[in-house]
Nanobody, 122 residues
């Protein structure tokens, strides 16, 4: 099972990025897919999650309407559209997967990607 993130990079404050996480090796039927992030010296932080059918999404408190998670199950891919980026959004962003329900703690996720760096300059 392989989760591969892409779409990270350097952006100015106020800008936008769209992250993608493609899965290979299996389909994640029934799985919740999620995004976490980790800045240097900080714990891994929940960003967003979406259930298999897309009927439920959940976001970290800091998102405040700036990010949108979505998924395309035919492509086995999950996306994170980020707008109004701030320097404090700078981190490595990881995608993750777990069966069934949304969870906000990283320890509940079984599958992880290697991460993609997002850097927001002021």
């Amino acid at each position: 099972v392989l989760l591969v993130e892409s779409g990270g990079g350097l952006v100015q404050a106020g800008g936008s990025l769209r992250l993608s996480c493609a899965a290979s090796g299996r389909t994640f039927t029934g799985y919740t897919r999620a995004w976490f992030r980790q800045a240097p010296g900080k714990e891994r932080e929940f960003v967003a999650a979406i259930t298999w059918g897309g009927g439920r999404t959940s976001y970290g408190d800091f998102v405040k309407g700036r990010f949108t998670i979505s998924r395309d199950n035919t492509e086995n891919t999950v996306y994170l559209q980020m707008h109004s980026l701030k320097p404090e959004d700078t981190a490595v962003y990881y995608c993750a997967a777990r069966p069934y329900a949304v969870a906000v703690q990283a320890r509940h996720y079984e599958h992880w990607g290697q991460g993609t760096q997002v850097t927001v300059s002021s």
